[in-house]
């Protein structure tokens, strides 16, 4: 008899017997974390989420860097095979912790607005300052369809 049973609703343990319970109940629990669990990844991943047709929603998370230092930059994301890009949010960080979301309009100075467009290619950003130092940091998280 096995040391579990995998109901669909969860695994639930009866007895363990030796290792290779152990062994074969951390499998389960593996694939049922998996099952539950939506990932943020570097690499592309799909979401738990479904388009109005069904379709599978995908989400890779891009690493872009530092802010521009007035002027453009271009960061490849890296992703095949995009049919629509469905939502981004993209957010900079501050060596002392702080975090902006992005696009930014600092209603402060127009100088220090960010902006920012995403392309089934790309990810561009432009400063018209220099922020490279005071965001050194910055990522993007993109959700899309696949051809």
């Known amino acids: 008899m096995k040391a579990y049973t995998n109901n669909k609703s969860g695994v639930i343990v009866q007895k363990v017997n030796s290792i290779n319970d152990v062994a074969g109940l951390q499998t389960e ?3 049922l974390s998996s099952s539950i669990i939506d990932y943020y990844s570097t690499i592309e991943t799909p979401t738990k989420k ?3 047709n069904g379709e599978v929603i995908y989400r890779k998370v891009i690493d872009t860097g530092a802010m521009p230092n007035n002027s453009v930059k ?7 095979g995009v049919q629509t890009i469905l939502t981004w949010i993209g957010y900079a960080k501050t060596s002392g912790g702080t975090t902006v979301l992005l696009p930014r ?3 402060a100075t127009f100088d220090n607005m960010i902006y920012v ?4 290619a790309d990810i561009t950003i ?3 300052t220099n922020l490279s130092t005071l965001f050194p940091i910055s990522y993007f998280i993109v959700e899309y369809l696949k051809v």
């Open 29 to 31: 629990l593996d694939n």
């Open 50 to 52: 479904r388009w109005t």
């Open 74 to 80: 271009t960061v490849s994301h890296g992703i095949s």
């Open 105 to 107: 309009l600092d209603i």
């Open 117 to 120: 467009t995403v392309t089934p």
């Open 126 to 128: 432009t400063t018209k």
